[in-house]
Every structure is written in structure tokens, then in C-alpha cells.
T-cell receptor, first 114, second 110 residues
């Protein structure tokens, strides 16, 4: 069973539509993150949350919002999708008491905005 | 935004060859990590380094934390087909947020 799951795995949508990407984890980690991956740019942090009541902007938060409904769930929303938000999106979790801040990644959601 | 400079961006090698990639930054990091992303999956941690000058091995992988704390390299010896993927370096400096490099895409010809 996957420890970090993301739904949907693939999504094609049109400009202007509202999109929500879901992330769930069974690792019991307090910290969760959303990244986007673009070719040649690596992984860039969108938002992160250190517990249920905590939300923090990352490097590229404009055009995105998040909700941490429970320790195990962290969702990413695009209120009005635009084509340059076409990318691969990853959710990750980490345990602050573990060494190295190892982050565990979900399988990714490939989003295409037409 | 701040990013690490990772090179090369892509590599095309023959099976059995050794691979070397590196990351540099203008800022100091307290921890360096190397991740691998297999096609269609999320990145997975390969090696972590948290002491300047540290040299760490994990099987055929060897990584070093630069003495200046501004760079790190990863070597893969005797490459095999399952080494194909994208390799990312990541630096950490407090607050447990990671900064990732642009990635090195490794392709292996059998």
C-alpha cells in the first residue's frame, strides 16, 4: 500500500476552470508539502504545512491555494487554471523528528491546462 | 527564487560506465540530499549528507558534502539499466524546507 497517495493521477482541464488536487498520507507525518515539477526547473515549493492549523507560502504560491483538512490530508487548488500551470505536481510528507528531513513523495499528478 | 545549479542537465552513457553529477550554490547549506525519480513516480531519497567534507556510500552510489558547504557531488559506478531516471540534489538550511536542483536526466544505452 502506498504511504502517500495523490488523486487524480492525470487531469486535463480548460483555462478558467477550478481544479483541486488531493493528497493523503498514512505515514502519520505532521509536515506536508506541495511541489510542481517542470522540465529543466526541478521541483519548486508551492505551499507547505507543518500541522493542521499551519499554512505557509512557498516559492511559487501565486495562483494556488491549499487546505489542510486533517493531519493526513492536504489539498491544492487552482481557482482559475491557466496554461502555464500545466506541470507535474507532487505532494510530500516529512517527520520533523527524523534525521535529514527526508521527504516522502507521492506518485504525482500530471495536470494539463488547455 | 533560490535554486541550486545542478549539472549536467542530461547524460547519455553506455551500460557499465561511471556517472558523475554535481550541485553548486552561492549559499551555504547544512544538509545535502540526493533523490532519484523513476519514470512515472515521485522522487526517492538515495543519500543524505550533513557534515561538511563527509563522503558517504550506498552500494554503487557515492556522494560528498563539499567542504565549503556550497556544493555536493554524486557518483554512480558501473551503471546498470535500472539507474535510468532523473537525479535531484537538494539543500536544507534550517526550517526543514528543501531547495532542489534542476535535475540530471540519466539515459543508459544497453
Amino acid at each position: 500500500d502506498a504511504d502517500v497517495t495523490q488523486t487524480p493521477r492525470n487531469r486535463i482541464t480548460k483555462t478558467g476552470k477550478r481544479i483541486m488536487l488531493e493528497c493523503s498520507q498514512t505515514k502519520g507525518h505532521d509536515r506536508m508539502y506541495w511541489y510542481r515539477q517542470d522540465p529543466g526547473l526541478g521541483l519548486r515549493l508551492i505551499y507547505y504545512s507543518f500541522d493542521v492549523k499551519d499554512i505557509n507560502k512557498g516559492e511559487i504560491s501565486d495562483g494556488y491555494s491549499v487546505s489542510r483538512q486533517a493531519q493526513a490530508k492536504f489539498s491544492l487548488s487552482l481557482e482559475s487554471a491557466i496554461p502555464n500551470q500545466t506541470a507535474l505536481y507532487f505532494c510530500a510528507t516529512s517527520d520533523p523528528t527524523a534525521p535529514y528531513n527526508e521527504q516522502f513523495f507521492g506518485p504525482g499528478t500530471r495536470l494539463t491546462v488547455l | 527564487g533560490q535554486q541550486l545549479n545542478q549539472s549536467p542537465q542530461s547524460m547519455f552513457i553506455q551500460e557499465g560506465e561511471d556517472v558523475s553529477m554535481n550541485c553548486t550554490s552561492s549559499s551555504i547549506f547544512n544538509t545535502w540530499l540526493w533523490y532519484k525519480q523513476d519514470p512515472g513516480e515521485g522522487p526517492v531519497l538515495l543519500i543524505a549528507l550533513y557534515k561538511a567534507g563527509e563522503l558517504t556510500s550506498n552500494g554503487r552510489l557515492t556522494a560528498q558534502f563539499g567542504i565549503t558547504r556550497k556544493d555536493s557531488f554524486l557518483n554512480i559506478s558501473a551503471s546498470i539499466p535500472s539507474d535510468v531516471g532523473i537525479y535531484f540534489c537538494a539543500g536544507q538550511r534550517g526550517a526543514q524546507k528543501l531547495v532542489f536542483g534542476q535535475g540530471t536526466r540519466l539515459t543508459i544505452n544497453p
